[in-house]
């Protein structure tokens, strides 16, 4: 493999600031144990600063893939910034933003990630990758091994809604439904099995492979050039295992350490109230390798796309929210539903349950007045879970063929 692009990075701990030369994967930090994760280390800003994105490989120079034949692209990325005027009126915000995630190609912003994993997998040689899901990395895994002619093996856990394991089986995949709850419980399986098997391990966490998550960087890089040189006030996220949040955070640091952008946004994690150890671990000053040690018990949230019992991502979205400022909020299930509905029927973007956190969490987000400015992640869509609505919106009206019977019904 060419060392080209790579020369560029190295990993670095955002636990006691020590750096390294790029190691193999899963190398830990040397000085206080904590899983290393990829930094670009060019002295240089990178020319694709200079220009808006047509996609997330515009940004390469930041991406760790060194051969561009390995590169594996649906078209993610570059996703559209939507102003949200009536939120903002109701929550009192200057202005809020939706950088809008449910148009890349299976429908999450899973796919900037896997994108870049899979590429990195198959610059290795794999023919074989395999992700731990509840739904979104499944699906974008199994759309991009199928687009890279490789084979995907879909460990899908408890929380799984039924329309995402029919989206990712669609693709061609191998979908292997285990009986537990627990995220952490199905992520060891799949790395025995990756491990006895040999297969490359695509799954979006941070810790087991830094590779697979550097694709959210490339969010932050967006909302730069959309926001005109600058970032919002806030920038507000769904969090699970925190791979999301903690690259965003990471591609803010690029950006300064760049030179073209002055300030940090502060940055807030939202969770389900069913599985929140993220907001545990801020609240009682808990340090990344000690929240391993207590997983969260039973799991139970209808946001079963962030219901992740151990932060993956930890080492990265935990500095992230503390360095900033940020918040952790957690919601509850009424709230969540509540959430989508809102966003839906304000703003025209029906999101998941699992994204919905960020709406219902906008009256925790401080206000400097009425002068903040606010960005939510919309992470997916609530196409893919219908079921978690059904219930909630009004039935059809049913009418006879009539302009009387229209009349009547829209009058009653």
Not at 85 to 103: D, H, I, V, W, Y
Not at 159 to 177: D, N, T
Not at 282 to 296: A, C, M, N, Q, R
Request: contains cysteine.
């Amino acid at each position: 493999m060419s060392t080209t692009l790579l020369a560029n990075f190295e990993f670095h701990c955002y636990g006691c600031d020590e750096s390294a030369a790029v190691e193999p994967r899963g190398a830990a930090c040397g000085h206080c144990g904590e899983p290393l994760s990829l930094r670009f280390s060019g002295k240089d800003a990178p020319t694709c600063l200079d220009s808006p994105p047509e996609s997330l490989w515009h940004y390469r120079e930041f991406l760790p893939v060194a051969d561009r034949d390995s590169i594996v692209s649906l078209g993610e990325g570059a996703t559209r910034l939507v102003e949200a005027p009536r939120l903002a009126a109701k929550f009192g915000f200057e202005q809020l933003l939706l950088k809008n995630e449910t148009s890349n190609p299976t429908g999450s912003f899973k796919d900037r990630q896997v994108s870049v994993g899979i590429s990195h997998a198959r610059e290795l040689g794999m023919d074989t990758v395999a992700v731990v899901s509840s739904g979104n990395v499944a699906c974008a895994a199994a759309a991009y091994a199928a687009r890279a002619g490789m084979r995907a093996v879909l460990f899908m856990h408890g929380m799984a809604a039924p329309g995402k394991i029919a989206q990712a089986a669609a693709y061609g995949a191998k979908v292997l439904c285990v009986n537990s709850p627990s995220a952490g419980a199905v992520f060891e399986l799949c790395v025995a099995a990756c491990e006895r098997f040999g297969w490359y391990h695509l799954s979006t966490s941070g810790m087991h492979e830094p590779y697979n998550v550097e694709g959210a960087k490339t969010i932050a890089y967006e909302l730069f050039h959309q926001c005109g040189g600058d970032v919002p006030d806030w920038i507000v996220t769904p969090v699970g295992g925190g791979g999301l949040l903690g690259g965003i955070w990471r591609g803010v640091l690029d950006l300064k350490r760049a030179g073209v952008l002055n300030r940090i946004p502060r940055l807030a994690g939202v969770q389900a109230a069913g599985c929140a150890p993220v907001k545990q671990a801020i609240d009682k000053g808990t340090p990344f390798l000690e929240t391993l040690k207590s997983p969260w018990p039973n799991p139970k949230t209808i946001a079963g796309g962030i219901a992740d019992d151990i932060i993956f991502d930890g080492h990265t979205v935990l500095p992230a929210i503390r360095t900033t400022d940020g918040l952790a909020p957690v919601v509850t299930d009424d709230e969540i539903i509540a959430g989508e509905l809102l966003l839906a029927s304000t703003e025209g973007i029906l999101c998941e349950p699992s994204c919905a956190v960020v709406v219902a969490a906008l009256n925790q987000i401080p206000r400097n007045g009425r002068d903040t400015r606010v960005c939510c992640v919309i992470t997916g869509t609530g196409i893919k879970d219908l079921d978690a609505i059904r219930n909630q919106v009004a039935p059809p009206a049913r009418i006879a063929p009539t302009l009387e019977a229209v009349d009547q019904e829209m009058n009653s």
